[in-house]
């Protein structure tokens, strides 16, 4: 699936907007400030009804108005459409239709448009918390795994509902119990969903990350939230009282993780802020690479501010791997002659950005 037409209105500097995009590489250049980013968020916004650049999306709505609109025109492998909006406003309100159908689920946004975003905050994948490797790896496994959605949802309510009744002063272990039960059993499922997609996708990160990054030895292993080699239910039992003591559940699918190791260190520790950039882009882009094995699926990969994220020689092996990949991209530069040198085997297309406006401009491109 790609995005083809795409319409904005009150996101950010753009006012109203409407972008007709390559199904391939799509160039954004243009000065700080522009629209660039705006753009990609606006996409970004489309398939999840979310942003990537805040926990809130009050801050996406321009300034003065009540609430912002995007809409997309999506075409598959033989050329059927789809049609998808979201608009939210300031007061929370959120509508999201699909072939002109209103829906009430976002997850239905991320099946129609898949994407993945490559900039500045990526490295965080591995100096961040461990919620940030949690998303990354529920985002792969929600796409080949059609009951994850479901599982994930039922494991979150059976959570509060057991960390309510550790807070509460008297509470018996037969009331636990019943929650200890229901924790378990959808625990183990999500675990060995997680722990299959696992699998392949350290194999490829194993692959992409020696071909991007040069390092040799780097490990990526699955913590699946509690120790040992057994079910949650036992684990939980033995915590109970510790659990009491402190009012929230210690172990289970909340507290999964994702650990980079160069040799037997961590590599937050011994890697370069350098390092540890190109480590985090081979993340996403080996989960790309498994989504679209997976699926048979193409996805859209939002790439922001290329050319001060990676230098030269790492910017032009990315631009080598997403052109190879064949899936959608929009990328943001703001100088556009060393970008384009990036490009050697594909012809893109090419937008100037300013003042949250869009035109298309002709790009010269010596392929090789």
Known sequence: ????????????????????????????????????????????????????????????????????????????????????????????????????????????????????????????????????????????????????GELWNQANRCLRQRNELLRQPGVSRHELAVWDSQLAELADALHQQRANYFTSLASRFAEVSARLS???????????????????????????DSDLQRGYTQSGPHRADIRLRLGKEGVATVCSRGELKILAWALVLSQGTVFMERTGANLVYLVDDLSSELDAGHREQVCEFLAAAGSQVLVTAIDREPFEKSWKTVQPRMFHVEHGGFSVEEVVNERR
């Open 214 to 240: 040069g390092l040799a030895g780097v490990t990526c292993r699955y913590h699946k939230g509690w120790e040992g080699e057994e079910g949650l239910g036992p684990v939980l039992e033995r915590q109970v």
């Open 1 to 148: 699936m790609s995005l083809g037409r795409l319409g904005i209105s009150n996101i950010r500097n753009i006012k109203s907007a409407t972008i007709e995009l390559d199904s391939g590489i799509n160039l954004l250049i243009g000065a700080n400030g522009s629209g660039k980013t705006s753009l990609l968020e606006s996409v970004y916004f489309l398939g999840s009804g979310r942003t990537f650049r805040s926990n809130s999306v009050d801050p996406l709505i321009s300034r003065g108005e009540t609430q912002c609109t995007v809409h997309g025109v999506l075409m598959d492998a033989h050329g059927r459409k789809t049609t998808v909006g979201v608009q939210r406003s300031r007061d929370g309100n959120r509508e999201i239709r699909i072939n002109g159908e209103a829906v009430d689920r976002a997850s239905l946004l991320a099946r129609s448009l898949p994407t993945l975003v490559l900039g500045p905050n990526t490295v965080e994948l591995l100096t961040g918390p461990p919620p940030n490797r949690r998303r990354y790896l529920n985002w792969g496994v929600f796409h080949v795994e059609p009951s994850f």
